[in-house]
């Protein structure tokens, strides 16, 4: 087993047992325990396994610009950390609309379900079309509960993790219920569980952008709305790129040609 893996499964197996014990406890008896409860409970193991075993820093912005209540969030996907660093900066509840694959995964399956996620199979439309109004049935359900989509459908692959078109279907909750979208960009969070990154210190960016406020949606289809979302989010990361050499150099302690040799391996990585 690589090493980085084994630091990391070794250091984070409190954090991992304490996490299989509430996921399962949760997903099996959802209705026994409030939002509150499923939520920040799983928020607080997230938050120590990212910072013991993990060894992650989040530098969030924008938060100035989320609206107050109920949004839908749509991000760029890069990795299975993806999930992990939305419920470690979100101080609001947030489900997911995973992949069906993701059901089976040890912890993240039960963890989403506890949450009152949804899980899509993307060759089946039928499929698509009932799972949307199940998210927007949770919604209605639980009112504080935000939803959190990638709209490429799949994560972004190396070595370039180019962004993919997103799928306008993926707005549909939101235009059905009135809810601001708001685009999110995160950078570059695959090193964290990659075996061949060896940080002391693992910088992710997220960036919570400019919503789409209801009024503004309401003039678009889905798919413009879809294309906007995707090009500012696009923007974002070329920006985040050009600060991504200095949270690494700066968070690990690094010398210019120290940083230089750790970040030869991304230098081809343009969104």
């Known amino acids: 087993m690589n090493r980085k893996l084994f630091r990391m499964i070794v ?26 409860y499923r939520y920040y409970g799983l928020r607080k193991i997230v938050l120590e396994l990212c910072r013991r075993s993990l060894r992650t820093r989040f530098i969030v912005s924008g938060q100035e610009n989320l609206p107050k209540g109920q949004v839908l969030f749509v991000a760029n996907h890069v990795s299975y950390m993806d999930p992990l660093s939305f419920i470690a900066v979100s101080d609001r509840p947030v489900a997911f609309l995973s992949k069906k694959e993701a059901i089976k995964l040890p912890v993240i399956g039960n963890a989403n379900i506890g949450l009152g996620g949804k899980f899509l199979d993307r060759e089946d439309l039928r499929s698509e079309i009932k799972v949307f109004k199940e998210v927007e049935d949770e919604m209605e359900k639980e009112k504080e509960l935000s939803f959190v989509i990638f709209p490429e459908g799949t994560r972004e692959t190396p070595p370039d993790f180019k962004m993919l078109p997103f799928h306008h279907g993926s707005f549909k909750p939101a235009e059905r219920l009135g809810l601001p979208v708001v685009p999110v960009a995160i950078y570059l969070s695959d090193r964290v569980l990659n075996p061949n990154y060896h940080y002391k210190t693992y910088p992710i960016q997220i960036r919570f952008l400019r919503p789409f406020l209801p009024e503004e949606c309401e003039k678009m289809t889905t798919k413009e709305l879809a294309l906007e979302s995707h090009n500012l989010i696009l ?21 210019d040609e120290e940083t230089d040799k750790v970040l030869r391996s991304t230098e081809t990585r343009k969104h």
Not at 13 to 25: A, D, G
């Open 235 to 255: 923007k974002n990361l070329e920006e985040m790129i050009v600060l991504d050499r200095k949270y690494v150099k700066e968070l690990n302690g690094y010398t």
């Open 11 to 36: 250091q984070g197996i409190p954090s991992l047992v304490q996490s299989f014990f509430f996921t399962n406890k949760t997903s099996k008896h959802k209705e026994k325990y409030n939002l509150d």
